[in-house]
Every structure is written in structure tokens, then in C-alpha cells.
């Protein structure tokens, strides 16, 4: 008679592998025929046992995007257009005196919105323009002066929108997460085989899923608030710490 047996396991976290593992244990008799505990067929195969874990291991950021831009005012479209694209060029000057490359450089926006009479929805009383852009700072060190002297130069005009930290090259912090993963699930498979008075077999198939996106940082300015100094003191820039995290589902036969 075929027996079926299944555990879910909530999440459990440790100091170096944080494993949340769903787990599911699949005992017959060898003639391949299987039964849910509800009657119906179960999607895995018979004699195996398919476990998820997760490896979580932490890295210093190497990289600081910078989401800023330009807004500005004027009577007419091309007034606001020229004063805007004298500011990004400006801007993208003072950029490139603290080495930033033009790769790292990208036009992310731009947008041309009138100014309605408050009092006639049909009459226009002027045009505003916003020009934004992407920056990638490599050389954290620098990122301070960087962005305060990128503000500097658009003056008034000057946006910011944001920053965000990231690790440009994670091969090595993903294959130590990956280890931690598949050591994780396969310590839970031995422990669940065990349990069914059985031992593992083969990998009969492995997959996974990774996550590294970047972690945004809150950061705003808006210089019109203030007359722009002669002098801008750096942004403090700290990049602390990311984690990388590799989420591996592995099933093994039952010897």
C-alpha cells in the first residue's frame, strides 16, 4: 500500500544561512504509483524528497546610483528648455571633474508641462521643463563631494531625487550563497530521509532564485529652497552593508 507523507517547516534563520524551507517527503513502494493525502495524484515523483533553503551571506557595496535632474520656468518652451539643458550641462561637467565617466552617465527623463492661469484653465502663462538623469559613482570616497558639487552647479534648478547602493560584481558573494543554500536543503533532506528510515539518492533536479537588487537610500533636495552657497560641503555618504541571498529548491531521490 502506498504511503505519503508530508511536513512544511517554517522559516528558520541562523548566523550565517537564514533557511525558510518547504519541504515535501514522498514514500511508495516502487511501483511509481503515488497518493496525495486527499486522494488525487501528487505532483512529485515518488521516493524523492524536495527541499527549499536559502543562503544569505553580506557584502559592501562598490557602487552608488544617483537619480537627479533639473527643473526650471519659463515664459515659452524654448526658454525653459534652453535653461534646463544649460544646467544638465553644467552639471554633467562637474560630474566628469570628479572622474565619473560618460558610461555612467545617462539621460533617465524629460518633460515640457505648461503653467495654466489659475483663474482661466485656457489660457497658458508659461512652460516648465525637467530633465533627469542617472549617475553611477564608483569611487564611493568621492561620492560626497561628487553630488554636492553636481548640485552646486545647477544651482536652484538643481533635483534630487535619490541614491542606491549596489555590488557591481557579485560572482563571489553569489557562489558563497549558493553554498550556504544548497548545504542548507541538503541538511534538511538527509533529516527528513532519515525520518522515513531511508537515505539520499542523486540530485535529480536543482533550481534557484537570486536576490541582489540594489537597497535605495531616502535621500531629497530641492535647492530652490535656499540661495545655493558658494561652497558646497560633501554629502555624507555611508555605504554600510547589502545582503545577497540565493533561494535553492533541490530534489533528491530515496535510496
Known amino acids: 500500500m502506498n504511503r505519503t507523507v508530508r511536513r512544511t517547516l517554517i522559516p528558520v534563520s541562523?548566523?550565517?544561512?537564514?533557511?525558510?524551507?518547504v519541504t515535501t517527503l514522498i514514500v511508495g513502494n516502487g511501483s511509481g504509483a503515488v497518493v496525495a493525502n486527499d486522494g488525487g495524484p501528487a505532483t512529485p515523483a515518488a521516493d524523492t524528497v524536495s527541499v527549499s533553503g536559502v543562503g544569505l551571506v553580506t557584502g559592501t557595496p562598490d557602487v552608488l546610483r544617483?537619480?537627479?535632474g533639473v527643473q526650471t520656468t519659463g515664459s515659452t518652451v524654448n526658454t525653459a528648455l534652453n535653461q534646463a539643458?544649460?544646467?544638465?550641462?553644467?552639471?554633467?561637467?562637474?560630474?566628469?571633474?570628479?572622474?565619473v565617466a560618460d558610461k555612467d552617465i545617462q539621460t533617465s527623463g524629460l518633460s515640457i508641462n505648461p503653467h495654466w492661469d489659475q483663474n482661466s484653465n485656457s489660457h497658458i502663462t508659461g512652460y516648465d521643463?525637467?530633465?533627469?538623469?542617472?549617475?553611477?559613482?564608483?569611487k564611493l570616497t568621492?561620492?560626497?563631494?561628487?553630488?554636492?558639487?553636481?548640485?552646486?552647479?545647477?544651482?536652484?534648478?538643481?533635483?534630487?531625487?535619490?541614491?542606491?547602493?549596489?555590488?557591481?560584481?557579485?560572482?563571489?558573494?553569489?557562489?558563497?550563497?549558493?553554498?550556504?543554500?544548497?548545504?542548507d536543503a541538503k541538511a534538511k533532506a538527509e533529516e527528513y530521509a532519515k525520518l522515513a528510515g531511508r537515505s539520499?539518492?542523486?540530485?535529480?533536479?536543482?533550481?534557484?532564485?537570486?536576490?541582489?537588487?540594489?537597497?535605495?537610500?531616502?535621500?531629497?533636495a530641492n535647492m530652490a529652497a535656499a540661495p545655493a552657497a558658494k561652497v558646497a560641503s560633501p554629502v555624507p555618504v555611508?555605504?554600510?552593508?547589502?545582503?545577497?541571498?540565493?533561494?535553492?529548491s533541490v530534489v533528491w531521490t530515496l535510496n
Open 200 to 220: 539520499l539518492g542523486k540530485v535529480s533536479q536543482v533550481s534557484e532564485t537570486t536576490d541582489t537588487a540594489p537597497q535605495p537610500v531616502p535621500f531629497a
Open 238 to 248: 555611508s555605504a554600510g552593508s547589502q545582503q545577497v541571498s540565493v533561494n535553492t
Open 142 to 183: 568621492d561620492a560626497g563631494s561628487a553630488i554636492s558639487d553636481a548640485a552646486a552647479a545647477g544651482g536652484n534648478d538643481t533635483r534630487i531625487d535619490g541614491v542606491s547602493f549596489d555590488i557591481e560584481d557579485n560572482t563571489a558573494l553569489l557562489n558563497l550563497a549558493r553554498d550556504a543554500a544548497f548545504a
Open 14 to 21: 541562523a548566523a550565517a544561512v537564514v533557511g525558510g524551507i
Open 66 to 68: 544617483l537619480s537627479m
Open 85 to 99: 539643458n544649460q544646467d544638465i550641462t553644467k552639471i554633467t561637467e562637474a560630474l566628469k571633474k570628479h572622474g
Open 129 to 138: 521643463v525637467s530633465e533627469s538623469m542617472t549617475v553611477q559613482l564608483r
